[in-house]
Structures are given as structure tokens and as C-alpha cells.
């Protein structure tokens, strides 16, 4: 069994910063791509960034400069660090990796609970 869990969501106010983490356990052999999506209320989960093994990266038009994705393979976590949050990025955050465990013959998409980012003042 793989879990993700994901960590560091709250209230922040407008300007302000978060970072987001989300590990991963279980009877993982090997991380692909893993990735942070977001879905606000009455709309569709969309693609905020997601990260390869070899660290090439993917962001959002919305997010490129104010967020930041990166990981830490020993300890099977990735993180998001948002920086300058405005209203609009309120929703919750979900994160997924693209993985195979050792019982497995292929890659699979796990995907965590999702954790609330709520910016406001």
C-alpha cells in the first residue's frame, strides 16, 4: 500500500508564503514525476507543477515565478514553496506521484487527500 500525505496548508494572507509537503510511503521501489495539483471550489483540478527524477520541472502560466517545486528523493517527499499568494491561488492543493512499488510491473498514479491553501485578509 503507497500513501501520499500531504502537509503545510493554511491560512495566509495576500503577499505572503506557504510551503507545501507531501511524503511518500510505503513499498515504493522507484519515483517518476511527481507533481502538485490544485482545484478551487465549482472548478476543474489543474496542473500547478510537477517535478521528473532528473529534476526538470513544469509550472502552471499562473504560478511560473512566484512557485517553486523541488524534491527529495531519500526522503520520497516533494515540496512546493509559494511565494507573493493571491486570492485567486485559494483551493486545495493535491499532490501525485507517477511510481512503481516493488510488487508491480508497471507505473502507477497515487494521489494524496489534498491540504486547503486559503489566502485571504
Known amino acids: 500500500q503507497v500513501q501520499l500525505v500531504e502537509s503545510g496548508g493554511g491560512l495566509v494572507q495576500p503577499g505572503g508564503s506557504l510551503r507545501l509537503s507531501c511524503a511518500a510511503s510505503g513499498s515504493i521501489y522507484t519515483i517518476y514525476t511527481m507533481g502538485w495539483y490544485r482545484q478551487a471550489p465549482g472548478e476543474q483540478r489543474e496542473l500547478v507543477a510537477s517535478i521528473t527524477s532528473l529534476g526538470n520541472t513544469n509550472y502552471a502560466d499562473s504560478v511560473k515565478g512566484r512557485f517553486t517545486i523541488s524534491r527529495d528523493d531519500a526522503k520520497n517527499t516533494v515540496y512546493l514553496q509559494m511565494n507573493s499568494l493571491k486570492p485567486e491561488d485559494t483551493a486545495t492543493y493535491y499532490c501525485?506521484?507517477?511510481?512503481?512499488?516493488?510488487?508491480?510491473?508497471?507505473?502507477?498514479?497515487?494521489w494524496g487527500k489534498g491540504t486547503l491553501v486559503t489566502v485571504s485578509s
Open positions: 501525485n506521484a507517477d511510481l512503481m512499488r516493488y510488487t508491480d510491473f508497471g507505473v502507477m498514479t497515487y
